[in-house]
């Protein structure tokens, strides 16, 4: 492409005008939701993580019995919680679990994961 379109351009200079009230927005969410993600990993048993530091994602290690695939697959499908499979980034049996979500957000699907990993 040559350029992109004109609202592009428009948001992109939005953004760029309040870049700092944007960064401190999110650095806001990241934080408070690595603090949740901190606290149901110390109560969840099958999982481990090296933490990261103030980014969004995570590649946490799920000790389960089974392929990460099928279990993430199982997961979207009988839970509605999306992880991706670590098998997709050569980190058989780890998952990439992102936490830039509203807190509701973030708390019902660590839950739900909660209750998934009870059957593994």
Same mark, same amino acid.
């Given at each position: *492409?040559?350029?992109?379109?004109?609202?592009? !351009?428009? /948001? @992109?200079?939005?953004?760029?005008?309040?870049?700092?009230?944007?960064?401190?927005?999110?650095?806001?969410?990241? *934080?408070?939701?690595?603090?949740?993600?901190? !606290?149901? /990993? @110390?109560?969840?048993?099958?999982v481990s993580l090296i933490m990261p530091q103030a980014v969004s994602t995570s590649f946490p290690k799920i000790d389960i019995d089974g392929d990460i695939e099928e279990f993430c697959i199982k997961l979207l499908k009988e839970k509605g919680v999306l992880l991706v499979p670590g098998n997709r980034f050569d980190m058989p049996g780890h998952v990439r679990l992102g936490y830039c979500a509203p807190e509701?957000?973030?708390?019902?699907?660590?839950?739900?994961?909660?209750e998934f990993l009870k059957e593994y």
């Open positions: *492409m040559i350029c992109a379109g004109v609202f592009n !351009d428009m /948001l @992109a200079v939005h953004v760029l005008r309040n870049k700092d009230k944007i960064l401190a927005r999110n650095k806001q969410i990241v *934080m408070n939701n690595l603090k949740i993600y901190q !606290d149901w /990993l @110390a109560n969840e048993p099958k509701e957000t973030l708390q019902n699907g660590l839950a739900k994961l909660s």
